[in-house]
């Protein structure tokens, strides 16, 4: 078992930035953070949710996206980027990292939330006039 696979050891590795919530899932692990999923944990590797606006930073360290086999092929989760390793040894650096992440789970959940529409509901004590 690597570290990574265990709450604890990502718990003191998430310190700086605050409460993370290792939760398992899919053979893997999401991580959390104000009830919003931050990253995931697969094959001893973390991932970082991202989006247009941080992608590039994973991109200047050379890191991809998520990426895992199933029978048809292997398919890229490309909300989820490879956490830097150098990160492990700068907490400080990993914090501003995950609160990134939060950032975009947070613009995420929002654009989400506004894409619902509110259904249209009669006022109470109104009935609707019937047609005969």
């Known amino acids: 078992m690597s ?3 265990d ?5 003191e590795l998430f310190v700086a930035f605050g409460p993370v919530k290792v939760r398992r899932m899919f053979g893997g692990a999401g ?4 009830g919003l999923m931050i990253g995931l944990v697969d ?7 991202a989006d247009e606006h941080t992608i590039p930073a994973f991109e200047r360290e050379s890191l991809g996206p998520f990426t895992y086999e199933t029978k048809s092929g292997t398919h890229t989760l490309a909300s989820y980027w490879r956490m830097p390793e150098r990160l492990n040894d700068d907490s400080d650096e990993l914090a501003r990292w995950a609160r990134l992440a939060l950032d975009v789970a947070q613009r995420t959940a929002q654009r989400k939330s506004s894409v619902r529409q509110p259904r249209a509901q ?3 004590g109104r009935k609707r006039a019937s047609r005969k």
């Open 122 to 124: 009669t006022k109470p």
């Open 43 to 49: 094959n001893g590797v973390i991932y970082l949710k």
């Open 7 to 11: 709450p604890d050891y990502i718990a």
């Open 3 to 5: 570290s990574y696979e």
């Open 31 to 34: 991580l959390f953070a104000d």
